[in-house]
């Protein structure tokens, strides 16, 4: 089995330009997940996506970023007018339905933004 | 915010066993413990989950108290390839899925 895909791996923008990373989580993976990191720190939760729905941005920055799972296609995260604070390793990561056993969530290897 | 407790650092021999502990006393019947650990410049890496008894897998070892208050990682062979940050997270079954992540343990295997 394909684990998580992300790309690009490793993307550079100018200042002001927009940034779109795409995700393709596991197959038979209905929940989608984002995660950011900056240089030397923690991982931040962004978003959780089912199939077209948004069901939680509260790590979401309020102006900018923009999330999407459509029906069809990998998940997009969408950072408009970056600036170089969004340099970052961005992280997908991706569940089946919830299960009693606990689903786990399993993450890809990361999309590298950096804004120049 | 997290609801665990980590040491930030620990060190290893190459070979002996690794015990990583976790604090998790305010946790929740229905929430489980998960370990991931982040080797550098790559994606978070599943290790193994567990809500009570103690688990085995091919990578490591989960063991449980039981009053669940508190778990430990076993990595019973370290190797140099183990270096990583180790996180343990409560999820909650219900509800919002994700993962919170702590500042996690920073493992340091020696030759």
């Known amino acids: 089995n394909a684990g998580v895909m992300q790309n690009p791996r490793h993307l550079v923008r100018r200042r002001g330009q927009e940034a779109r990373l795409r995700c393709s989580p596991m197959?038979?993976?209905?929940?989608v997940y984002w995660y950011r990191q900056l240089p030397e720190e923690g991982l931040k939760f962004m978003v959780y996506l089912q199939k077209e729905n948004i069901i939680d941005e509260s790590g979401m920055p309020k102006e900018r970023f923009s999330a999407e799972f459509p029906k069809e296609g990998p998940s997009i995260l969408r950072i408009q007018q970056v600036v170089r604070g969004d340099s970052a390793a961005y992280f997908c990561a991706s569940s089946h339905d919830i299960g009693a056993s606990g689903n786990t969530i399993y993450f890809g290897e990361g999309s590298w933004l950096t804004v120049v | 915010d997290a609801k665990t407790t980590q040491p930030p650092s620990m060190d290893c021999a190459e070979g002996r066993a690794a015990n990583l502990p976790c604090n998790h006393s305010t946790i929740s019947g229905n929430e489980y413990v998960y370990w991931y650990r982040q080797i550098h410049s790559q994606g978070p890496q599943y290790i193994i989950h567990?809500?009570?008894n103690n688990e085995t897998n091919e990578m490591a070892s989960l063991i449980m108290t039981e009053d669940r208050k508190s778990s430990t990682l076993i990595l019973p062979h370290a190797t140099l390839r183990d270096t990583a940050v180790y996180y343990c997270i409560v999820r909650v079954l219900q509800g919002a899925q994700k993962l919170v992540f702590g500042q996690g343990t920073r493992l340091t295997i020696n030759p």
């Open positions: 197959k038979g993976h209905s929940h």
């Open positions: 567990g809500l009570k």
